[in-house]
């Protein structure tokens, strides 16, 4: 397993060290190759010892003052990781090749809406390909990039990105097991939305959406084309004025080794299908690319039939069929969706009174969404089946810090119980929720 873990401000920087230990300290030998973490650069990962002091800016030194870095320092010191970059290695060295390659960055500041949101993932992506601790085929490619040869497998198999405000229902080892390309229920599949997508764990076409609607018209009111020409970069065949509908999905996914390379590869060339979408995309002004580009270029590849195969009736995984999302979230319950249909009657966790004080000024969730999850919702993060939830803060609800991930004790696995099976069955009150602070909390404000 390779992963992406992105943060870009104090809450987001915290709650990401609590889902890298999570990752690390649940995952055996093996399980997880590379963990990258990007820090936002306009937070950056400066030390203030070598920054003068008329360089310094606000937000310079969060990465550096906080629980996040603290514990990558400590992995580093303990051997439990190995670094591959300046930034990690501190000097600590340790000559385990089944240990986490762990290494901490800031180059991009992603803006809402705009394509720097793409930035990151693309960089991940191309940085695991290419690294010389990873890249292991350089000799037995095919055309595409993928390697072919079972003596030399590459050195990890799915790449999941992950926002720092997430976790893992389950452990790092079992989701490795869950991804094995040769034996997991959902190896060689390529995951780019999740059940918060209209039509589930499966890309929404644009034209899926009724008229009128504001993911449909926006795009076709920016005068996006219908058909683009680009080069096949598995066959090298020119493609002209073909049909490439977009599709909306998710800026967090779980890919293939296979599928990364192709995305590389096309957007290396000049006019391959990534580079063309791309400039498509950034020309036209169009928002929420995050949400359409990767779901538009499998959509539109030799990859298109690697995404999940849904049953009909529940929308469940056909190979896990307990499954129904990657990534529990609720999102756009402010308003009917598409179809004039409320997606939700439960009860929202709101920022709590002292919110501002620990996260730098932050402010509530967006009217749409993700809103932050807590232990009330446990009951339906049961039901989901999902691996991953977000948004979860230790700022909004900590209980949910503290339970998760779920590690089998060797009884309940001999049992034949899933992670799942043993969360508590926790749900809103049915009349609603009303909190009162304490009263003392009168006297500090």
């Not at 992963?3 to 399980?31: C, F, Q, W």
């Not at 720092?164 to 869950?178: C, E, F, K, M, V």
């Not at 709590?352 to 969730?365: L, N, Q, R, Y």
Request: hydrophobic residues 35%; proline residues 7%; contains cysteine.
């Amino acid at each position: 397993m390779a992963y992406l873990i992105s943060v870009h401000n104090r809450r987001t920087i915290h709650d990401g060290a609590h889902l890298l230990k999570s990752l690390i300290e649940t995952s055996a030998p093996g399980n997880t190759a590379v963990i990258l973490l990007h820090v936002d650069h306009r937070v950056g990962i400066a030390n203030p010892a070598t920054v003068a002091k008329n360089e310094t800016r606000k937000n310079q030194f969060l990465y550096h003052e906080s629980p996040l870095k603290r514990y990558v320092d400590a992995c580093l010191k303990n051997s439990c990781v190995r670094g591959g970059n300046h930034e990690t290695n501190g000097g600590h060295k340790t000559s385990d090749d089944n240990s986490v390659l762990l290494e901490v960055h800031s180059h991009f500041a992603p803006l809402w809406g705009e394509w720097s949101m793409n930035e990151p993932t693309l960089w991940a992506m191309e940085y695991l390909l290419y690294h010389p601790q990873l890249h292991r085929n350089t000799n037995k490619l095919r055309l595409g990039g993928s390697t072919t040869s079972s003596e030399n497998p590459p050195a990890w198999d799915t790449f999941i990105n992950l926002s720092g405000d997430t976790l893992p229902i389950i452990s790092a080892q079992r989701i490795s097991q869950l991804f094995n390309p040769i034996n997991g229920p959902l190896g060689k599949t390529n995951f780019v939305t999740s059940s918060s997508c209209a039509t589930g764990l499966i890309p929404t076409s644009i034209f899926d959406f009724p008229k009128g609607t504001m993911k449909r018209s926006h795009y076709f009111q920016h005068g996006i084309p219908k058909k683009l020409s680009y080069v096949d970069t598995l066959s090298g065949e020119w493609k002209r004025n073909v049909e490439t509908p977009i599709y909306f999905g998710s800026q967090w996914m779980a890919l293939t080794h296979e599928f990364v390379d192709y995305v590389i590869r096309s957007m290396s060339h000049p006019n391959g299908l990534g580079s063309v979408l791309k400039e498509t995309l950034v020309d036209t002004e169009v928002q929420m690319t995050d949400e359409s580009f990767f779901a538009t270029l499998l959509m539109n590849s030799p990859f298109k039939d690697t995404i999940p195969k849904l049953n009909s009736e529940d929308k469940s995984l056909v190979n896990y069929p307990s499954m129904q999302s990657l990534r529990y979230e609720r999102m756009d319950e402010n308003m009917p969706n598409a179809w004039e249909k409320w997606t939700s009657s439960n009860s929202l966790y709101d920022i709590p009174p002292k919110f501002k004080s620990v996260t730098d000024g932050e402010g509530p969730a967006k009217p749409w969404g993700p809103y932050f999850l807590g232990i009330y919702d446990l009951g339906d993060i049961k039901d989901s089946g999902a691996l991953f939830i977000r948004k979860v803060s230790w700022s909004v609800d900590e209980n949910l810090v503290r339970m998760l991930p779920v590690v089998l004790s060797e009884r309940e696995e001999e049992g034949m119980l899933l992670e799942w099976d043993v969360l508590p069955d926790i749900r809103w009150p049915k009349n609603g929720v009303n909190v009162k602070k304490p009263w003392v909390w009168s006297q500090e404000e």
